[in-house]
């Protein structure tokens, strides 16, 4: 099934109007060299049978586990209305609104969408988004490269792993200097970072909570690092800026995220969508679509893509970014979520998130041989010592019907016995306890498997 | 309409979060605290809903009508892909979950998805490898010209120039231009709308690291002579990137990878159906041969001989992460349910009808509307304003006319090769009916630009609004609902 509508007759009488005998005749302009060596795909099937096909690997994936993994993307409840308005067709079947006359719904929810954003965060100017949370650090950097004109970033090693990775491919061709700082419990190293930040760091990159889960107020870095004419990004986690200070209130220049957790499914890594504001100064400076307010030939209000100068299709090699499609559906999502979640509901899915969190620790807290790291107040997430490595006592707990948490080896060397763990709003007392349980219990075993295993080398 | 903020409430509710069933916590230090609560909507569930069925109203979708955008495949979105998309075994999915010991295996289903369809990428386009990573086409292109600054960094070389057509896409040279190349634009041969070949001789030097080629390009116009192109870039080790935005033209009659292309990228959105969104999420795959193969970024997913799959992480000279995790899983979902409902004959049909449709539209309006490249078009054809211009009927004055007229427009003033431009790309899922009415339409329109050209000032009429104000907008910049 192709979807091609006109029958045979009526592709027949195309042909003639075009003045050829067969189809053939339009492809004349591909030479017979590069003719196609192969083209051996499977037969097209009908929509039952691709349905079927598509039901049996989806059966194949695990995903009724109980989650408990976070590390940027988390399981949070979608209301249903979501789902119901983001999929109607004139939403998802439109493109970038280069028309608006035809296109005033979805510029009106970008706009809005812009509007939540800064809300949220306190910044001034939100754009339409970009493609996740790491491109959109990548993209606040080189931002800041170019308002300062220098070439060095400071990094904390708080943020997320997965996104220095990214930053680090994008720039690998660039003349770009990156210097790290070392987290101190967990938390943002003050003193590194303010050694660190010399003459020629054009930015900071802090997260908050950071990825260990801690939460933090960075003001005093912040003013720190402007008294050296660096600018400061922050990566923030949407939902905790519910409680949490936003970036806004304590001067940061530039506030990225992930906005997954604002109505988009986990849906194995995406789509998601990167958030990103900016202050007033900033905002001729920030890349990606920006929708504006205006009015119309009549005076009517109106919205229209704005400050297009300084995008790829205007500006070609000069533009601020390459981006043109971005995750619009995504950004729809999040924006149609906060408006069903409103004010109070958010600030309770922030208050759930960080209780059942709490909660969780106080188990974890009672269970022989694990540590829960608490030098430093955290939001929904927080590491926890194992009395081995993190990733085998993962497996286990898998088997059980839990997804426990991120072990953090892979990122942070030395810390192959730590499991990062998320809780949101979805999970109950009782999966929190049962999750308690299972853990001590595996321990447990784990130790007798251990012991008798070690009787036995001894031997 | 009016903005979501003012029909806010104070006190009024959307949704019931669940009690909380453990004791509440005050764990975080007040000067951690924002100060007061963000000033989020106050709404009710029919509130919300009513707004944002009242804003869908104000869209216009492939499925409101025709959608001849060029460059940009607004072809027919399945719903099945829909259907399949939203399976839990795939939508709850946590990304994170094969990176625990043993998860790989409970995510079989997800990854032998992602491998498969690397692998019917590869046959549709003659590429050695695919990566499914770059989240939208210009990713892709960014990731491409990334893997071929590895390329060239292995060897020792660090070259600092790209070649681009002046007819390429605009997120060519801005790719290219972010990666760290300077860009250098190539002249298209003003007779045959073809990338000039002997200014491209003279261009080419040591110092070139790739040619980024689309092809059909931008006027719709196959470049035949396309071997020569790679030959002379590969005569001086400098590669050639395809830029995949027009593929929906090509399947089963050309595989760039058959013409010796190094580098291209795929963009499912356009040529796989998956939906645009409202601009985006889209997928940029990105398919290499084989001397690229090890630059691609981590993950790579692997077959085990037990026939199991597997992340594979170990790649020493991997360009590294390009996205979080592998891409955006379900929006390459939708992808590859496309291709399995079609299969290879059903692509082949959408290619020839896709071509055969343009054609046809082009033939009808060449009379009337200046065809600066009078030849067999591709996917798409790019007329001319110009003779209506002359009346002061310009390709944005015609855009306004066919909205009042219930079509959206073709792309405008774009490629900026052509003068005046209408880039027009109706796609293989419209009926022969939809195209005769909209060239009716345009011969309309095309007679009241001679009669009455004073009159089209004052179109779009039967939008919500007409021509908003765009240099107020730039100028007063209302871009949040607060300031």
């Avoid at chain 1, 993994?69 to 979501?82: C, K, Q, R, T």
């Avoid at chain 1, 210097?179 to 020629?200: F, N, W, Y």
């Avoid at chain 2, 929006?331 to 049909?349: C, N, P, Q, S, T």
Wanted: glycine share 8%.
């Amino acid at each position: 099934m192709s979807f091609v509508a006109n029958t045979p007759a009526q592709r027949e009488e195309m042909l003639r109007a075009c003045g050829v005998s067969s189809v053939d005749e339009l492809f004349a302009d591909i030479p017979a060299s590069v003719a196609p060596k192969s083209f051996r795909l499977p037969p097209g099937a009908s929509e039952h049978e691709v349905l079927t096909y598509f039901q049996q690997l989806a059966e194949r994936n695990y995903a009724q586990l109980t989650v408990f993994l976070g590390g940027g993307v988390y399981d949070h409840f979608i209301p249903s209305a979501v789902d119901a308005l983001a999929s109607r067709g004139e939403f998802f079947t439109a493109y970038t609104p280069y028309q608006p006359e035809l296109s005033q719904g979805t510029l009106q929810a970008i706009y809005e969408y812009q509007t939540h954003i800064c809300r949220l965060t306190g910044m001034d100017a939100a754009n339409a988004s970009m493609y996740d949370g790491g491109t959109a650090i990548y993209e606040a950097c080189q931002m800041a490269l170019h308002t300062t004109r220098r070439s060095r970033i400071v990094v904390d090693e708080g943020v997320n792993p997965v996104y220095r990775k990214m930053l680090y491919s994008y720039t690998a061709n660039l003349d770009i200097d990156f210097t790290e700082v070392p987290t101190s419990h967990g938390a943002c190293h003050r003193e590194l970072i303010e050694q660190t930040v010399g003459d020629d760091v054009a930015a900071v990159i802090l997260q908050n909570p950071n990825f260990f889960g801690v939460v933090d107020n960075h003001e005093d870095v912040v003013a720190r690092c402007h008294e050296r004419g660096s600018l400061v990004i922050q990566s923030v986690y949407p939902v905790a800026m519910a409680l949490l200070k936003p970036p806004g209130e304590i001067g940061v220049d530039i506030a990225v995220g992930e906005g997954q957790s604002l109505g988009n499914p986990l849906a194995f890594g995406g789509p998601y969508l990167g958030f990103m504001a900016t202050n007033r100064k900033l905002v001729r400076k920030m890349p990606g679509r920006i929708v504006g307010r205006t009015l119309d030939r009549e005076g009517r209000e109106a919205f229209v893509l704005t400050l297009q100068a300084r995008e790829q299709h205007i500006r070609r090699e000069k533009a601020t970014s390459n981006i043109c499609t971005n995750e619009a559906l995504c950004a729809l999502r999040a924006h149609m979520y906060l408006s069903l979640v409103g004010k109070e509901g958010m600030r309770e899915v922030a208050q759930l998130c960080h209780a059942k969190a709490e909660y969780a620790k106080s188990r974890f807290k009672t269970i022989p041989g694990v540590r829960v790291m608490e030098t430093n107040p955290t939001f929904n997430e927080f590491t926890v010592r194992l009395p081995a490595d993190a990733g085998v006592i993962a497996g286990r707990l898998v088997e059980r019907g839990i997804a426990p948490g991120l072990p953090l080896g892979r990122y942070y060397q030395g810390m192959e016995n730590y499991l990062l763990v998320a809780v949101t709003e979805k999970r109950t007392k009782a999966e929190i306890g049962n999750f308690a349980e299972v853990l001590e219990e595996v321990l447990a075993h784990y130790w007798d498997f251990e012991e008798e295993h070690s009787e036995r080398i001894e031997v | 309409m009016s903005v979501v903020f003012e029909r806010s409430v104070p006190g009024r509710r959307g949704v019931r979060l669940p009690g909380c069933d453990v004791p509440l916590a005050e764990a975080i230090p007040e000067k951690c605290l924002r100060e007061r609560s963000a000033e989020l909507c106050e709404l009710s569930e029919l509130d919300v809903v009513r707004h944002f069925t009242g804003l869908s109203r104000l869209n216009f979708g492939v499925d409101t009508g025709f959608y001849p955008l060029g460059s940009c495949t607004m072809k027919y979105n399945p719903r099945v892909s829909e259907r399949i998309a939203g399976l839990a075994g795939f939508s709850q999915l946590h990304p994170f979950l094969p990176q625990l010991r043993s998860g790989g295996m409970l995510t079989q289903g997800a990854l032998q998805l992602l491998y498969e369809l690397e692998h019917v990428l590869c046959e549709i386009t003659g590429m050695e490898a695919f990566t499914l990573q770059p989240l939208a086409g210009a990713h892709g292109e960014l990731t491409g010209m990334m893997l071929i600054a590895a390329y060239h960094r292995d060897k020792g070389n660090r070259r600092q120039t790209v070649l681009i057509p002046d007819e390429a896409h605009g997120t060519n040279p801005s790719s290219a231009a972010i990666t760290g190349y300077r860009t250098v634009p190539v002249p298209t041969d003003t007779t045959s709308g073809r990338l000039d070949l002997e200014a491209l001789e003279a261009l080419i030097d040591d110092e070139t690291a790739a040619i980024m080629l689309t092809n059909p390009n931008t006027l719709g116009i196959f470049n035949s002579d396309i071997e020569r192109v790679v030959e002379l870039a590969h005569a001086r080790d400098a590669l050639v990137y395809y830029d995949g935005a027009n593929l929906n033209a090509i399947l089963g009659k050309f595989r760039p990878g058959d013409a010796g292309i190094d580098v291209m990228h795929v963009n499912v959105h356009k040529t796989c159906a998956t939906p645009h969104g409202g601009g985006g999420p889209g997928a940029g795959p990105v398919g290499v041969r084989k001397h690229l193969v090890p630059f691609l970024p981590i993950s790579r997913i692997q077959k085990r001989q037990d026939n199991s799959y597997m992340l594979d992480y170990d790649q020493p000279k991997s360009i590294g992460y390009v996205a979080p995790f592998y891409g955006n899983f379900s929006i390459l979902v939708r992808a590859y349910a496309y291709i399995k409902l079609l299969g290879g004959e059903g692509l082949v049909e959408v290619s020839e009808n896709a071509v055969l449709n343009a054609n046809y539209v082009m033939q009808a309006l060449k009379e009337r509307y200046a065809l600066p490249y009078d030849r067999t078009c591709m996917h798409e054809c790019v007329l001319s304003a110009s003779r209506q211009a002359e009346k002061g009927v310009h390709a944005i004055d015609i855009a306004k006319a066919l909205i009042d007229r219930g079509y959206h427009p073709p792309t405008v003033y774009f490629p900026l090769i052509v003068k005046e431009a209408m880039m027009i790309e109706p796609t293989e899922t419209e009926s022969k009916e939809t195209l005769d009415a909209f060239i009716s339409a345009m011969l309309e329109i095309a007679d009241e630009a001679e009669q009455n050209p004073d009159a089209f000032a004052q179109l779009p009429k039967n939008a919500p609004v007409c021509r908003p104000d765009e240099v107020k907008a730039a100028r007063d910049m209302d871009v949040c609902y607060d300031i």
